[in-house]
């Protein structure tokens, strides 16, 4: 019968320090669990990366986004668009002002005696908010009204019989998700007219509720 050569403690040491344990760092030199560690982590990394490409990139990267080896432009670019930090989204607010932010400036008229709904948007911000529009009569003194509306239920109204364009502005309170609408007539035979109805705001981060002052006992 063949004799089995049996191995030393040296050698099985050695054997044992190539194989290596599960627990092994991630290391393309060493055990065999950490280079399989090391693949499989730079596999992973790869694939979640691609995904992520795909997903939110579709477009050419901006002149400022950053661009390295794991970090692309592509990426980098959908970061620079985003309007403000995820975590801090509920910090931020909208302030009356007259930069304006949302725009329908089309020229509209009617000839109802009845409001007739022209404009609408969709507010994105909770603060204060500046409407702002233009609006005139086909006859002199035959009065056009203009009604804004927040969800539906009247805010404000102006009116004028000038045959000159004329612009109004008011400020109201808003929530995040209100929808203003903006609503038009005519007083008797003539058109109204509306134009440049415009959603105005400066966005601005509100203060986070903190406690101040919290005093107890003989002060």
């Known amino acids: ?105 089309g020229e509209c008229y009617t000839t109802n005696t009845s409001y007739v709904k022209a404009k609408e948007f969709r507010i994105k911000y909770g603060g204060r908010i500046r409407v702002k529009f233009e609006t005139k009569s086909s006859v002199t003194n035959i009065t056009t009204y203009i009604e804004v509306r927040r969800n539906g239920t009247a805010v404000n109204n102006n009116n004028t019989g000038l045959t000159n364009y004329t612009q109004f502005s008011i400020d109201l309170d808003v929530t995040p998700g209100d929808c203003i609408q903006v609503y038009q007539r005519i007083s008797g035979v003539a058109t109204s007219y509306l134009r440049n109805v415009r959603i105005c705001y400066d966005i601005t981060q509100e203060s986070i509720p903190t406690v101040l002052q919290n005093s107890a006992g003989a002060i």
């Open 1 to 105: 019968m063949p004799q089995l050569p049996i191995a030393d403690k040296t050698t099985l040491d050695l054997v044992n320090t190539k194989v290596g344990a599960t627990g092994d760092a991630a290391n393309a030199l060493g055990s065999i669990f950490a280079r399989l560690a090391e693949i499989l982590t730079n596999r992973l990394t790869a694939a979640r990366a691609a995904f992520l490409d795909v997903a939110v990139s579709s477009r050419a990267p901006a002149s400022t986004a950053l661009s390295t080896a794991t970090w692309t432009a592509a990426r980098a670019t959908n970061l620079d668009k985003l309007d403000i930090p995820v975590s801090l989204a509920s910090n931020w607010g909208s302030i009356e002002s007259d930069t304006i932010q949302l725009s329908a400036d």
